[in-house]
């Protein structure tokens, strides 16, 4: 790869086991989000939901600003914009007075699962809550189940590997083209700029999701990737997971080849664990997400 000076974005590609979101329910009954693609049903978790995951536990969040004009939007103006305010680097569009339009500085795909879906219904209720109704008002939980509250629900379940990636673009950080003319702009320091990325960086190494009211531990278990010249999802088409196997392809080991890293968490995550380290020679996921901050901090010369 060239030089940090040539580099004009950071690219990951994530290996993790979480949980899938959920579209649309009927009734009672919730089902998780699905994607249809060669001639099977996969289970995902949305850019979106990710996304905001992202935004929210690495802070970036902290200083949005909202407002309603026909719907929630994010405030953005010559005093509020993304080279001052870190909410607005996931994009926006305003539309109160001029309207204003910025793409987000990261893309993300959704993290679709390496297997096709099998359902698993699960079923519950809210009894004791009934219980403690009924009693409160002197009525018969079984002959007054209505009165009670009494709900019973399903819905469908899924925790399993799903792969995702993540592209940071390095030259648009702290920059806001629609408002770089005005007499009070300037462009975030590159200090910002540095920390904004290893925030988002941070909140990748240690992503936890609420799926349900449960906790869900989405670290990555495998991921690949480093400070590029290309503002694509480099490791996109390479990193792909069959029956629990990571699959260590030799378009795979080329692209590695190039300047960038890979790194597992062990603990028989993959059934192949001694080939990928044996192959791919990764290191701690720990010291990866160390390594890429570094690399960020030598890119913006901070």
């Known amino acids: 790869m060239e030089e940090n000076k040539m580099a004009k974005s950071l690219t990951l ?81 305003y539309t109160k007075g001029n309207t204003y339009v910025r793409n987000s500085s990261f893309y993300l795909t959704d993290a679709v699962s390496c297997e096709s879906f099998v359902n698993e219904t699960r079923f519950h209720n809210n009894l004791y809550l009934a219980m403690t109704t009924a009693k409160s008002k002197n009525i018969n939980l079984q002959n007054n189940a209505k009165d009670a509250g009494l709900m019973p629900y399903q819905y469908e379940y899924d925790k399993s590997l799903k792969v995702y990636s993540l592209t940071i673009d390095l030259e648009m950080i702290g920059k806001d083209e629609n408002f770089c003319n005005e007499e009070n702009y300037q462009e975030a320091s590159k200090e910002e700029k540095a920390e904004r990325v290893k925030s988002i960086l941070g909140a990748v190494e240690s992503l936890s999701l609420i799926v349900k009211g449960n906790l869900d531990n989405a670290e990555p278990l495998f991921v690949v990737g480093g400070l590029s010249d290309r503002k694509t999802h480099y490791f996109e088409n390479v990193v792909r997971v069959e029956n629990q196997k990571l699959v260590i392809s030799k378009d795979l080991k080329e692209r590695l080849a190039k300047g960038y890293y890979a790194a597992l968490v062990e603990g028989d995550n993959f059934v192949n664990e001694s080939d990928i380290k044996l192959e791919l020679n990764p290191m701690s996921v720990t010291s990866f997400f160390d390594k890429l901050r570094e690399d960020v901090d030598k890119y913006y010369e901070v």
Do not use: F, P
């Open 13 to 93: 590609t994530v290996v993790a086991n979480m949980t899938a979101n959920y579209s649309e329910g009927l009734g009672n009954i919730s089902s998780v989000q699905k994607v249809y693609k060669n001639g099977k049903v996969y289970s995902i978790k949305s850019r979106e939901s990710l996304k905001n995951a992202i935004m929210v536990q690495s802070g970036m969040y902290d200083d949005l600003q909202t407002e309603v004009d026909g719907a929630t939007q994010k405030v953005a103006n010559e005093k509020l914009n993304a080279s001052n305010c870190r909410a607005l680097e996931g994009g926006y569009m």
